[in-house]
């Protein structure tokens, strides 16, 4: 009814007076309107210019490098862990940062982890997903990394992976003296063409995708040895990486390395469903592959801090290369810094390094780590480190004065993610 017209039922209602309880949760209630608006005020950043960036910084991960850069900018100010209303956040693990409470109501919260990156950051999922994505682009998986079996004793899939890897080791043993017989590099290509084809034929028998376990060794790999490295795949700096050329010296590392109960009876059963039967066809000798003990190391193994303390229940075995490249005789792996923001962009620091190993390359000694991990965590307890370079680390530069290889790495690669 228009004009303010109020019928009799109407005039007759009692007017409504909130009780004292209620009248206290609806203070409750605009109170909480009052402090949401404020909040939404502050988190759309519509905020006086004058007040600081604000950052949350956890211990770990060089953290007080951090502090001291953004305290030398004045519109930056450290704040407790505990506010919410940040804009950078610095953390060790994945687990101290809330990535479901990021960016809401309008504001952008900057951490340096990404969500699920142990997808990229754990050995095994890393493997895993360089496979998949190589399938997809029809490409070899190991032109990226070398042959790889992934163990996972948690996994029902764990005998099949294992009893894989053991049939490409028993083939690659059995090419060990043929390749030692061979006379000339073109006698050793000889036997290695012969050993792929068997890889390939034997090998991979049953496999439905062939691309994942399509894998041959590639030259730089065997030089008639038949090295291994076992890695713990969630552990990093080195730690609880072992050599091993033995089935019955990797179940003895994994026994020593694993946390499932009942390791003996889960790790002795490893490898016992193998079979045994000679390979059909093969130019190589039908000698015995069993297994050699670990005590046939040529020297003590040295002792590193913290390798002892490495435990997991999932292993990356993968092949290693026998005959990598060398700066001034010894092994060097490449360190490269990228930026990638969360809109999935990627900077490249151009002044990359290589870090060496302080002990001359040689086949001599499998359970010498200063000669085959190039890792500071391991090198810096050796008795050589800095004894060639400082910290045992060479610029792009410095390190070109002592190869003949190319070593412009940040134009190659900035190259190769543009063509993909």
Same mark, same amino acid.
Request: with cysteine; proline share 4%.
């Given at each position: 009814m228009g004009g303010g017209y109020k019928n009799k039922a109407e005039e007759n209602l009692p007017i409504w007076r909130p009780s004292a309880e209620e009248k206290e949760l609806m203070d409750q209630l605009q109170t909480k309107r009052e402090i949401k608006a404020k909040y939404n005020l502050l988190s759309l950043n519509k905020v006086e210019q004058t007040d600081l960036y604000k950052y949350i910084l956890l211990p770990g991960n060089n953290h007080d490098v951090v502090r001291?850069?953004?305290?030398? &900018?004045?519109?930056?100010?450290?704040?407790?862990?505990?506010? +919410?209303?940040?804009?950078?956040?610095?953390?060790?693990?994945? &687990?101290?940062? &809330?990535?479901d409470f990021l960016s809401k109501h309008g504001q952008r919260n900057l951490v340096n982890k990404f969500e699920y990156h142990g997808m990229i950051t754990t050995k095994d999922q890393l493997c895993h997903n360089l496979s998949r994505i190589?399938?997809?682009?029809?490409?070899?998986?190991?032109?990226?990394?070398?042959?790889?079996?992934?163990?996972?004793?948690g996994s029902t899939a764990c005998q099949t992976e294992f009893d894989k890897f053991c049939r490409y080791f028993n083939t690659i043993e059995k090419a060990k003296q043929p390749f030692s017989d061979a006379g000339t590099k073109d006698a050793q290509a000889e036997v290695l063409s012969t050993l792929n084809k068997h890889l390939l034929n034997h090998v991979n028998m049953g496999e439905k995708k062939r691309t994942v376990r399509n894998a041959t060794l590639r030259?730089?790999?065997?030089? @008639?040895?038949?090295?291994?490295?076992?890695? #713990?795949?969630?552990?990093? &700096?080195?730690?609880?990486?072992?050599?091993?050329?033995?089935?019955?010296?990797?179940?003895?590392?994994?026994?020593?390395? +694993?946390?499932?109960?009942?390791?003996?009876?889960?790790?002795?059963?490893?490898?016992?469903? +193998?079979?045994?039967?000679?390979?059909? @066809?093969?130019?190589?000798?039908?000698?015995?592959?069993?297994?050699?003990?670990?005590?046939t190391a040529t020297s003590e193994k040295p002792h590193i801090p913290g390798q002892s303390n490495v435990k997991s229940d999932i292993f990356v075995v993968q092949k290693y290369i026998e005959k990598p490249l060398l700066i001034n005789g010894r092994k060097f792996d490449i360190r490269l810094w990228v930026l990638v923001t969360h809109e999935h962009k990627c900077f490249?620091?151009?002044?990359?390094?290589?870090?060496?190993? @302080?002990? #001359?390359? +040689?086949?001599?000694?499998?359970?010498?780590?200063?000669?085959h991990l190039t890792n500071n965590a391991i090198q810096k307890h050796g008795e050589n480190y800095g004894a060639f370079e400082e910290g045992n680390i060479l610029s792009f530069p410095e390190a070109s004065v002592s190869t003949t290889f190319s070593l412009n790495i940040v134009t190659y690669a900035i190259t190769r993610c543009r063509s993909t």
């Amino acid at each position: 009814m228009g004009g303010g017209y109020k019928n009799k039922a109407e005039e007759n209602l009692p007017i409504w007076r909130p009780s004292a309880e209620e009248k206290e949760l609806m203070d409750q209630l605009q109170t909480k309107r009052e402090i949401k608006a404020k909040y939404n005020l502050l988190s759309l950043n519509k905020v006086e210019q004058t007040d600081l960036y604000k950052y949350i910084l956890l211990p770990g991960n060089n953290h007080d490098v951090v502090r001291r850069v953004l305290d030398s &900018r004045p519109s930056w100010c450290q704040i407790k862990s505990s506010q +919410t209303l940040y804009q950078f956040k610095w953390a060790q693990v994945s &687990r101290q940062i &809330r990535f479901d409470f990021l960016s809401k109501h309008g504001q952008r919260n900057l951490v340096n982890k990404f969500e699920y990156h142990g997808m990229i950051t754990t050995k095994d999922q890393l493997c895993h997903n360089l496979s998949r994505i190589c399938e997809a682009t029809h490409q070899d998986v190991y032109n990226y990394l070398p042959v790889t079996f992934v163990i996972d004793l948690g996994s029902t899939a764990c005998q099949t992976e294992f009893d894989k890897f053991c049939r490409y080791f028993n083939t690659i043993e059995k090419a060990k003296q043929p390749f030692s017989d061979a006379g000339t590099k073109d006698a050793q290509a000889e036997v290695l063409s012969t050993l792929n084809k068997h890889l390939l034929n034997h090998v991979n028998m049953g496999e439905k995708k062939r691309t994942v376990r399509n894998a041959t060794l590639r030259d730089s790999m065997f030089d @008639g040895q038949n090295i291994w490295l076992l890695k #713990p795949a969630d552990a990093n &700096r080195g730690r609880g990486v072992q050599l091993f050329s033995s089935i019955e010296q990797l179940k003895r590392l994994i026994l020593e390395l +694993t946390t499932v109960s009942k390791p003996e009876s889960k790790v002795g059963a490893l490898g016992q469903a +193998t079979p045994k039967e000679p390979l059909n @066809g093969s130019n190589l000798t039908d000698q015995s592959v069993a297994s050699q003990d670990a005590s046939t190391a040529t020297s003590e193994k040295p002792h590193i801090p913290g390798q002892s303390n490495v435990k997991s229940d999932i292993f990356v075995v993968q092949k290693y290369i026998e005959k990598p490249l060398l700066i001034n005789g010894r092994k060097f792996d490449i360190r490269l810094w990228v930026l990638v923001t969360h809109e999935h962009k990627c900077f490249y620091f151009r002044e990359g390094y290589c870090r060496l190993s @302080g002990q #001359p390359y +040689t086949l001599e000694n499998q359970e010498n780590l200063f000669v085959h991990l190039t890792n500071n965590a391991i090198q810096k307890h050796g008795e050589n480190y800095g004894a060639f370079e400082e910290g045992n680390i060479l610029s792009f530069p410095e390190a070109s004065v002592s190869t003949t290889f190319s070593l412009n790495i940040v134009t190659y690669a900035i190259t190769r993610c543009r063509s993909t």
